[in-house]
């Protein structure tokens, strides 16, 4: 496991020393920090009119997948959330893969929640105020290309009319400085990431790439959502973090 989480840390930080030389240094240093782009939207007009009785599952993309894990692992009434690949084949559904920029597929969370506890429309709130930035086309902060897109998989007829309807309503108000640019993608399949990408905002608090980008929104979600926020995050696996 350390040596693929390894070649992980340094894929990513090399795509990131890529696309901040072919803009001259602009990209990174233009691009907004994590706690710049937070900021509370209000809940949407359209939600869900009859919660189900039993848990639901949301599909949610904006970057990197360990921030959106690890913010939707603070959510209070979120029973999972697995980092994994949605938008693409099954056969191309690896990180070395993935990371060209060429499969389809983007980072994504797949979300467990009780929507006795909390709506779906409630996540959508949460993934457009402190997740990630939904006017960033094909990126997210350092990161870029489609593997990082903002995007919202649906997994019924509900879900898609509920996230159309929000972005719309978010649009409209012109919450955002810029036209948001989340896509409505159904009818795709998720699949999860490998085990080391998994709780990983949690296991490495102290890693540079998390302290910069992913820690904030922990704070923004703490802040912005408190009757929301859970401060034991709920794992995909039994670990301790490192320091």
């Given at each position: 496991m350390s040596g693929q989480w390894n070649r992980a840390i340094l894929r990513r930080a090399a795509m990131i020393l890529v696309?901040?030389?072919?803009?001259?240094?602009s990209a990174y240093l233009a691009s907004p920090s994590a706690a710049e782009t937070v900021r509370m939207?209000?809940?949407?007009?359209?939600?869900?009119?009859?919660?189900?009785?039993s848990a639901e599952v949301?599909?949610?993309?904006?970057?990197?997948f360990w921030g959106v894990q690890g913010v939707f692992q603070h959510v209070?009434?979120?029973?999972?959330?697995?980092?994994?690949y949605d938008g693409g084949a099954q056969d191309t559904a690896q990180y070395e893969t993935v990371s060209t920029g060429r499969t389809g597929?983007?980072?994504?969370?797949?979300?467990?929640?009780?929507?006795?506890?909390?709506?779906?429309?409630?996540?959508?709130?949460?993934?457009?105020?402190?997740?990630?930035d939904p006017t960033e086309l094909n990126r997210q902060g350092p990161d870029v290309g489609t593997q990082y897109r903002s995007a919202i998989f649906p997994q019924n007829a509900e879900q898609a009319r509920i996230g159309e309807a929000y972005i719309a309503q978010l649009d409209q108000a012109k919450v955002f400085p810029a036209t948001?640019?989340?896509?409505?993608?159904?009818?795709?399949?998720?699949?999860?990431?490998?085990?080391?990408?998994?709780?990983?905002?949690?296991?490495?608090?102290?890693?540079?790439y998390i302290a910069m980008n992913d820690l904030p929104k922990i704070e923004a979600?703490?802040?912005?959502?408190?009757?929301?926020?859970?401060?034991?995050?709920?794992?995909?696996?039994?670990?301790?973090?490192?320091?």
């Open positions: 696309a901040f030389l072919l803009a001259g240094g939207v209000p809940p949407p007009a359209v939600d869900e009119t009859r919660p189900a009785n949301a599909v949610l993309a904006g970057g990197c209070d009434g979120v029973a999972s959330a697995v980092s994994g597929h983007a980072e994504s969370v797949r979300i467990t929640f009780d929507p006795r506890r909390i709506s779906y429309g409630r996540l959508l709130q949460i993934y457009f105020s402190v997740a990630h948001i640019v989340t896509k409505i993608e159904p009818g795709r399949e998720f699949y999860p990431a490998e085990a080391y990408h998994q709780d990983y905002l949690t296991l490495h608090p102290s890693q540079p979600l703490k802040r912005l959502f408190p009757d929301r926020y859970r401060a034991t995050p709920v794992l995909v696996a039994s670990a301790q973090p490192t320091r």
